[in-house]
T-cell receptor, first 112, second 113 residues
Framework: SQTIHQWPATLVQPVGSPLSLECTVE??????LYWYRQAAGRGLQLLFY??????ISSEVPQNLSASRPQDRQFILSSKKLLLSDSGFYLC???????????FGPGTRLLVL | DAKTTQPPSMDCAEGRAANLPCNHSTISGNEYVYWYRQIHSQGPQYIIHGLKNNETNEMASLIITEDRKSSTLILPHATLRDTAVYYC??????????????FGTGTRLLVSP
């Protein structure tokens, strides 16, 4: 069966510090991968998606970037965090565009 | 993307059926209806999806009206662990390449003893 991991589970970072969140998927190959952000009390916002290694599409302009160095690894980064980057970050995978997306446990980020 | 409308909150007694409605009056003929739920501080969990016919799995049943303008997610015997926010999502046509899932604010279901 497939599993998706995210770490860390929680993170408190000062404004201006860098960020690196990692997501890995097990039990499948060449998945589509997604990064979402959920602000407090809000719905999910798609940030990035990837169809393969090195292929990243951005949905909204922002202070964040994404990379996919390996088939089942998806990384969310920032060089300098802003207060507005606080939120719940979720990674998801699917077999292809038409298939169901499955979400990881999430990383809760608090920027102070 | 077709929009969905859900009540912001619902209550249900433990052991009773929870019926969560969703309106999607602008849905097109080849768009699927998906349901996810999100338990507090966890990632969304896929529940079920359907196109035209009613669907049932080990978690829930999905009833889609004949005109497809609304649907109901049914949890037949709600437990305290079913307390969560439930999202109804209309999935864009499958043959048009990537289309993002649009999560609204969902229905907050509270199951009480």
């Amino acid at each position: 069966s497939q599993t998706i991991h995210q770490w860390p589970a929680t993170l408190v970072q000062p404004v201006g510090s860098p960020l690196s969140l990692e997501c890995t998927v097990e039990g499948t190959s060449n998945p589509n991968l997604y990064w979402y952000r959920q602000a407090a009390g809000r719905g999910l916002q798609l940030l990035f998606y990837s169809v393969g290694i090195g292929q990243i599409s951005s949905e909204v302009p922002q202070n964040l970037s994404a990379s996919r160095p390996q088939d089942r690894q998806f990384i969310l980064s920032s060089k300098k965090l802003l207060l507005s980057d606080s939120g719940f970050y979720l990674c998801a995978w699917s077999r292809d565009w038409v298939e169901t997306q499955y979400f990881g446990p999430g990383t809760r980020l608090l920027v102070l | 993307d077709a929009k969905t409308t859900q009540p912001p909150s619902m209550d249900c007694a433990e052991g009773r059926a929870a019926n969560l409605p969703c309106n999607h009056s602008t849905i097109s003929g080849n768009e699927y209806v998906y349901w996810y739920r999100q338990i507090h501080s966890q990632g969304p969990q896929y529940i079920i999806h359907g196109l035209k016919n009613n669907e049932t799995n080990e978690m829930a049943s999905l009833i889609i009206t004949e005109d497809r303008k609304s649907s109901t997610l049914i949890l037949p015997h709600a437990t305290l662990r079913d307390t969560a926010v439930y999202y109804c999502i209309v999935r864009p046509p499958m043959n048009t390449g990537f289309q993002k899932l649009v999560f609204g604010t969902g229905t907050r279901l509270l199951v009480s003893p």
